[in-house]
């Protein structure tokens, strides 16, 4: 008997090319997933043009007031179309938006998010730019389970990249890019296969 494939959908509000490499590690082979839906908060959003022209179902869906929240409302609308889409895992792929509530009691441990550095440094907003101006010799990409803070929650999956001398802010998010785009499907088919043990903020990983 076949295996049922995981639904995952995917949320994002800027160019997507997490997504891209997502739905091309899935093309591939080498994330055996289904990639169920993908849900914009913003209606212009790069994400949700790249996902119409590969045939992938995408929608704009109302964030509500809030700039960098869902307020309840947004939330259940949220919640209700990945449920409707059968959705059994998160993906975040560049969501602008801290998750909360009833989104995050609905897919217990089952939101994963990318952060463009080696998290608990530089938490936030452009962090390669934060790593550039600390001068740090090393940075790289984080992929964890999303919790109720910003970008606090349990580690799953960390790659380093250098810094170099000569970098400027768009080189070096473009190499911490490169590695996103290579760990994270690798990242989420470590979660949807179960191989993951939550113990309070310790995600323990089988050996990368
Ligand atoms: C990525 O750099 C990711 O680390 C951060 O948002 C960015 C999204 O980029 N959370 P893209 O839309 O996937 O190109």
Redesign the pocket.
């Known amino acids: 008997m076949t295996r049922k494939r995981p639904k995952i959908g995917i949320l ?1 509000s ?6 891209v490499a997502l739905h091309q590690a899935l093309q591939s082979g080498q994330l055996d997933a289904e990639l169920a839906l993908v849900i914009s908060d913003v209606e212009n959003a790069g ?1 949700l043009d790249r996902a119409r022209s590969s045939k992938i179902p995408a929608i704009f869906l109302d964030p509500g007031p809030f700039r960098t929240k869902l307020d309840e409302a947004a939330e259940t609308r949220y919640v209700d179309a990945l449920i409707s889409a059968g959705v059994e895992w998160v993906v975040l ?2 969501f602008m938006r801290i998750l909360k509530g009833r989104f995050l009691k609905t897919f217990h441990h089952r939101v994963i ?4 550095s080696l998290l608990p440094s530089f938490p936030g907003l452009e962090a390669w730019k934060q790593a550039l101006e600390y001068g740090v010799k090393y940075t790289g ?1 984080t992929v964890h389970l999303v919790d109720q803070g910003i970008d606090t929650g349990p580690i799953l999956w960390q790659e380093t990249v250098p810094v170099l001398n000569e970098d400027t802010p768009d080189s070096l998010h473009a190499r ?2 490169e590695a ?1 785009h290579r760990i994270y499907p690798q990242a989420v088919q470590c979660a949807i296969d179960g191989r993951l043990t939550v113990r309070g903020r310790l995600c323990l990983t089988p050996t990368l």
Do not use: D, L, T, Y
């Open positions: 994002g800027g160019k997507g090319s997490n997504m994400i792929a560049g998010n990318i952060h463009p990409c911490i890019q996103e």
